[in-house]
């Protein structure tokens, strides 16, 4: 579990292959830098996240925006750790868009047991009961969109509506 001052930092190339990582993400996530740098930054992606977050997650990036996400990481050893990740593009100096870069705190575990864990529960079991992949991201992003609908929010205002 991360301490409050804990704060685990990645940053990656625009296909998501890590380029760094600091001392908190390679203790956290129980690999060496020679086993993260080049890899799919999915590497620690825990099962019982939903594909519709990361989906949300990479759709907000490329479109340079930041997003602020709940997301619960797997450790090498098979542990978990929830963290509130904040992620943003990065940018050159022509103005494109050459990576992302990730800041994750430890989450709010009162945000995450009322409301991310049964939200990310709904959203699997959508996209486990979809005909196929793409008809499962098209139904957990109706669900979000249409929850972000009646609460009148955007998905980062509402995780700061939820707490941090």
């Given amino acids: 579990m991360l301490d409050p001052d804990d704060l685990i930092v990645t940053k990656t190339d625009l296909s998501g292959k890590i380029r760094y990582g600091n001392r908190t993400f390679y203790k956290f996530a129980g690999y060496g830098p020679s086993e993260c740098i080049g890899t799919q930054h999915n590497i620690i992606r825990h099962p019982d996240m939903p594909r519709t977050v990361f989906k949300l997650l ?3 990036l490329k479109s ?3 997003i602020f996400a709940y997301v619960n990481n797997r450790s090498r050893n098979g542990d978990h750790y929830w963290v509130l990740a904040h992620v943003t593009p990065s940018w ?4 494109e868009i050459i990576g992302y870069h990730s800041n994750r705190r430890a989450p709010n575990r009162a945000v995450i047991r009322d409301h991310i864990e ?3 529960a709904a959203l699997m079991q959508i996209e486990k009961n979809s005909g196929s992949p793409k008809d ?3 139904a ?3 669900h979000v969109s249409d929850l972000l609908a009646s ?3 955007s998905f980062n ?3 700061f509506a939820l707490g941090i």
């Avoid at 050159?92 to 103005?95: D, I, L, P, S, V």
């Fill in 140 to 142: 957990g992003e109706k």
């Fill in 58 to 60: 990479w759709d907000t």
């Fill in 92 to 95: 050159n100096e022509k103005g």
């Fill in 151 to 153: 609460k009148g929010m």
């Fill in 64 to 66: 340079g925006d930041e």
């Fill in 157 to 159: 205002e509402l995780m």
């Fill in 118 to 120: 049964p939200l990310y």
């Fill in 136 to 138: 499962a991201l098209a």
